[in-house]
């Protein structure tokens, strides 16, 4: 048979790659996919609302350790059970009906009551195709490798709920991450020297370099900046880590663009940080992007070009209303770049990590508001401080004789 390989990018997601096999002489044919990238540093878990028939067209990117469920029929998907694919939530409906109607003439003559039974439930599952109820469809992958499509993005879908979530250490067995950490070395002032080490080009994972360096924002706190270069396809990026702890409030920053000025104002947007337009309806998620350290211009620009380089705004699959939905977005975000129109930019994370320039300081900035509050128990849950310990960890001290 001939097996084809194909890498492709989901929009606002990442690359895969799609195998495909063919037998010309049976005519047995096979799709998977496979993550293009690395495992996350967080599991992924989405909840979809399906209302229509529109959402069972929804575009479903399910890795082999993903595990799928509909709570309304009580029907689960295992890890590991299917291998990867590229398909729709009816795509995977019409999947798990294929798997249980596989055996189905040989349980009819065995045992006629298991039989009758799964005849049932693959009756509920088709009638799910037709949306006559609403129901939920839940992916859950530990590896943070699959993805659900958001057909109104880039803003935000009502009908999906997307929670990052930390592994439990027996999903990091499963992935094959679990080992013994060693004991960290003892800390050094590293504020005057830039440390390099070498690591694996993101893009064509040629060998290169990562710098970094520990600075200190003024008016703010200590941060590591991470920048890697790669002497082969001359692909850079530069990541921002934050170099203390997690602040005991979050911090919502709300900035008034009025004056082609403030683009220039230095941001550090962490990784647990989302970023609000209200005037183009538009949400930037925690996660996306990353961690960044540049300009309010260089934050939108990169927000813009996340946008213009969606294929869906110009391959094949792209359709007029959404071209022209994105088309739009592009011009107003260009024209808030360019000072022609103005705007609120608002800043809200819960770990308390992200800055944005007060060109007035130490006095007050007009302009600028900065709101610290106490954070809900699900934002704790997502940062992993319900679990933490502080206190009563120590060891019990050894009696004396």
């Known amino acids: 048979g001939v097996t084809r390989l194909l890498l492709t990018r989901i929009p606002f997601f990442k690359e895969i790659i799609v195998s495909s096999f063919s037998c010309d002489s049976c005519s047995w044919s096979n799709t998977e996919i496979q993550s293009a990238g690395r495992i996350q540093e967080q599991g992924v878990r989405y909840s979809l609302a399906v209302t229509s028939r529109q959402d069972m067209n929804r575009e479903v990117v399910k890795t082999d350790c993903a595990s799928a469920r509909i709570p309304e029929l009580d029907f689960e998907i295992p890890a590991f059970s299917q291998k990867g694919v590229l398909t729709t939530i009816e795509g995977i409906i019409d999947r798990a009906v294929a798997g249980l109607e596989q055996d189905q003439p040989t349980r009819r003559v065995a045992d006629t009551e298991v039989a009758r039974k799964i005849d049932e439930f693959i009756g509920k ?33 009502e009908a999906l709920v997307v929670t990052r979530y930390r592994r439990s250490p027996q999903q990091c067995a499963l992935l094959g991450l679990q080992g013994d950490a060693e004991p960290p070395d003892a800390a050094e002032d590293l504020r005057d020297e830039v440390l390099q080490f070498n690591t694996n080009c993101p893009e064509c994972n040629a060998p290169a370099s990562t710098n970094m360096k520990l600075v200190q924002i003024p008016h703010f706190k200590e941060v590591i900046i991470m920048a890697t270069n790669c002497d082969s396809c001359g692909h850079r990026t530069n990541e921002v880590k934050s170099g203390g702890a997690i602040e005991p409030q979050g911090t919502r920053i709300t900035l008034r663009i009025t004056d082609p000025s403030d683009m220039s104002r230095d941001i550090l947007k962490s990784e647990t940080c989302s970023v609000e337009i209200p005037e183009l309806e538009f949400e930037l998620g925690m996660g996306a992007l990353g961690g960044k350290f540049t300009t309010l211009e260089g934050l939108l620009k990169d927000i813009r070009d996340l946008v213009e380089k969606n294929p869906f705004t110009l391959g094949d699959s792209s359709t007029p209303s959404r071209t022209g939905k994105l088309q739009e977005f592009v011009g107003k975000l260009q024209d808030i770049i360019e000072g022609k129109a103005q705007a609120h930019f608002i800043m809200d994370d819960p770990a308390g990590n992200s800055y944005l320039q007060n060109v007035y300081a130490p006095e007050e900035d007009p302009e600028l508001s900065v709101q610290r509050y106490e954070r809900t128990f699900e934002q704790n849950e997502e940062l992993g401080l319900n679990d933490m310990r502080t206190e009563g960890y120590e060891p019990p001290a050894a009696s004396g004789r």
């Open 125 to 157: 599952l088709r009638q799910l195709k037709e949306v006559k109820s609403p129901f939920t469809f839940i992916l859950d992958d530990p590896s943070g490798n699959s993805f659900v499509e958001n057909p109104q993005a880039p803003q935000r879908d």
